[in-house]
């Protein structure tokens, strides 16, 4: 079996992405260790990826949504390689827009009757007193289209006009795109993730994320705190929180059409209500630190090495249907 990682020079992209190089390098050792044949791709242009198609790998792993070119349309990389008829990880591009836009997500679940916060959007100067606003405060403010906690922090939380108007000016300058604008839930904050395996069994992580304490009280899982790995992750021990979170990730990973693997972020409110917060469809697979291959450490005990075989199995399995992938794990129950 020969399998293919394809990055890019992602560092600064908001993007959600398994990170950085260092990530990559992790998940190309792991896959080694694993026994399959991988190489790791760093592309920068539509010539790198017309190599690989050359090459006919069984699988791609797709670490990275699309290579972004400067002044021309990004290039996708589950809709190139599906042109070629290159099989790969990950959702299609069309699902993978739910990911990209919390709104589109957002929208789309609330029209399939999943709860998400209330929302909408702003750009500076659109709204010119509280009165005008379409959520009372306590707001909480952050990119429509970016990901790791970027542009989040306890400025995000408003609760007047001066504090509201501010926050949109510095992040409309930050990401040039209008704010997302959502009720604030005063609540615990989690994460699932899942995989889909060939034969449609999904594997289940969920896990509570706790943020330290700010200055001011709050929790906020922001970017700061993602960066120096500040937050808790912790089992949800109460079985009704656990059955509510799993059930609201549950559907909504069935209900944007994920293919083999994605995680659910999802937020309460102190009265036990649960909504869905965004969709991480590419997820960090950073050793050691990202929610993905952590949860699956702390809920059913598995090593990385472990859950990149999962990630893998049902890509494999579409190329060689009638053969199960290598060193293949007996799942936790």
Known sequence: MKIEIVTTQN?????????????????????????????????????DLESIVK??????????????LQNRDNIWLSEYFSRYGINFTGSSRDVLKFDSNK????????????????????????????????IKFPLFLKPTDAANGNGIDDSSFVTNYSEFESKVLS????????????????????????????NNELIISPIEVIPPESKNGLRILGEKVKKDDLEELKLIEDDEVKNKVIKLAIDSFLTLGVRDFGRMDIRSNTSGDYFFIEANLVPGMTYGSSYFPESFGIEHALTYDEVIQLMLESGLCRTKPNIPPNNYIQRAS
Do not use: H, M, W
Not at 171 to 189: H, K, M, W
């Open 103 to 134: 709104i589109s997500a957002k929208l789309y679940l609330a029209n399939k009757g999943i709860k998400t916060a209330r929302y909408f959007t702003a750009i500076p100067g659109q709204y010119r007193c509280t009165s005008e606003l379409l």
């Open 55 to 68: 090459r006919k790998p069984d699988l791609v792993v797709l670490a990275a949504k699309y290579i972004s």
């Open 171 to 198: 992040l409309y300058r930050r990401f040039n795109s209008p704010i997302l604008v959502e009720e604030y839930l005063d609540g615990r904050e989690f994460t699932v993730s899942i995989i889909n395996t060939s």
């Open 11 to 47: 560092e600064d992209l908001n993007e959600t992405g398994f990170g950085t190089l260092k990530a990559c390098d992790s998940v190309f050792e792991s896959i080694k260790r694993l026994g399959y044949e991988v190489k790791l791709n760093i592309c920068q242009c539509k010539l």
